[in-house]
Nanobody, 122 residues
Framework: QVQLVESGGGLVQAGGSLRLSCAAS????????MGWFRQAPGKERAFVAA????????VYADSVSGRFTISRDNAKNTVYLQMNSLSPEDTAVYYC???????????????WGQGTPVTVSS
């Protein structure tokens, strides 16, 4: 049974930082592309970032490029999202996902976590 469990969300002031983690089990972690998505209240789920199997390359949404960094530790079956210079517009539930190709399209990802909420106060 595949499980993706996010953690690290919470309340932070604008300009602050958070690091999200996603621990995976039940799948050959290093064989999967890992991505982060977010869904703000009243909005559709949106792509944030994705990282290749060995962590050597990543892609980002324009809205987070330069502020967020995705990374992974295959020895720990964990993917991270370091979020800096947070703004209220970053408030959302953040989800990690596992897939087989690097894509910004959510429906192409095979497995999803339950999400962790991030609230950025102004």
């Amino acid at each position: 049974q595949v499980q993706l469990v996010e953690s690290g969300g919470g309340l932070v002031q604008a300009g602050g930082s958070l690091r999200l983690s996603c621990a995976a089990s039940g799948l050959p972690f290093s064989s999967y592309i890992m991505g982060w998505f977010r869904q703000a209240p009243g909005k559709e789920r949106a792509f944030v970032a994705a990282v290749t199997r060995n962590g050597s390359s990543a892609v980002y949404a324009d809205s987070v490029s330069g502020r967020f960094t995705i990374s992974r530790d295959n020895a720990k079956n964990t993917v991270y999202l370091q979020m800096n210079s947070l703004s209220p517009e970053d408030t959302a539930v953040y989800y990690c996902a596992a897939g087989t190709i690097v894509t910004r399209t959510s429906r192409r990802y095979l497995y999803w976590g339950q999400g962790t909420p991030v609230t950025v106060s102004s």
